[in-house]
């Protein structure tokens, strides 16, 4: 049984950067046609994809977020990372660690989530 996990700061000041870590157990983060997605969903609003890294490591960023988001991992711990600079109020959102078979072929695990409050 693949598992998720997200942790990391639950609260992170106006225009510092997000940071947060996705432990994958059951299931190798190197494996083939496997995505690792961040997904997160601000309060009463709807899910927002926020980009992915593939098996092989290669990254896709939504074009909305691109220019502040930086997707990597460790592979020695099974671990994806997500950092998000220049974050806003707006940023506040429960973040989700996500596996996806393929990019685009749907998503058949998701972590508990984690919230993220953006507050001075």
């Known amino acids: 049984q693949v598992q998720l996990q997200e942790s990391g700061p639950g609260l992170v000041k106006p225009s510092q950067t997000l940071s947060l870590t996705c432990t994958v157990s059951?299931?190798?983060?190197?494996?083939?046609?496997?995505?690792w997605h961040w997904i997160r969903q601000p309060p009463g609003k709807g899910l927002e994809w926020i980009g992915a890294?593939?098996?092989?490591?290669?990254?896709y960023y939504s074009p909305s977020l691109k220019s502040r988001t930086s997707i990597s991992r460790d592979t020695s711990k099974n671990q994806s990372t997500l950092q998000l600079s220049s974050v806003t109020p707006e940023g506040t959102a429960v973040y989700y660690c996500?596996?996806?078979?393929?990019?685009?072929?749907?998503?058949?695990?998701w972590g508990k989530g984690t919230l993220v409050t953006v507050s001075s």
């Open positions: 996500v596996r996806g078979v393929g990019l685009w072929n749907g998503m058949d695990y």
């Open positions: 059951g299931g190798s983060i190197t494996t083939n046609n496997y995505y």
């Open positions: 890294i593939a098996y092989s490591g290669s990254t």
